[in-house]
């Protein structure tokens, strides 16, 4: 499966915006699919997670009750909402794609071996 992320762009402190994730070459069903993000000078972190088959969904402690991610099946499709954003949400957002699992795994970046490439969120205070 391919990735391509995108959705990113320039939103003030407070702000909202919406990412998306479209695979491409086969479908998510079998998959879990997750976002992480890169600040600069840090290492990329677990955002969230779905799983495909049944919707269950894990996410970071920084972003719990701000971000929510979803799916399309129709549309194969991951969305991540971000609401309430702040200048330490900014960093590039990336999705990734694992053979589902267990939910004790779905922030695990070293479970994912397909990655989309990245796409640039920037939150201005």
């Known amino acids: 499966v391919q990735l391509q992320a995108s959705g990113g762009g320039l939103v003030q402190a407070g702000g909202s915006l919406r990412l998306s994730c479209a695979a491409s070459g086969r479908t998510f069903s079998s998959y879990t699919v997750g976002w992480f993000r890169q600040a600069p000078g840090k290492e990329r972190e677990f955002v969230a997670a779905i799983r495909w088959s049944d919707g269950q969904t894990r996410y970071g402690d920084s972003v719990k009750g701000r971000f929510t991610i979803s799916r399309d099946k129709p549309k194969n499709t991951v969305f991540l909402q971000m609401n309430s954003l702040n200048p330490e949400d900014t960093a590039v957002y990336y999705c990734?794609?694992?053979?589902?699992?267990?939910?004790?795994?779905?922030?695990?970046?070293?479970?994912?071996?397909?990655w989309g490439q990245g796409t640039l969120v920037t939150v201005s205070s």
């Open positions: 990734a794609a694992k053979s589902a699992g267990i939910m004790s795994t779905m922030a695990n970046i070293k479970t994912y071996v397909t």
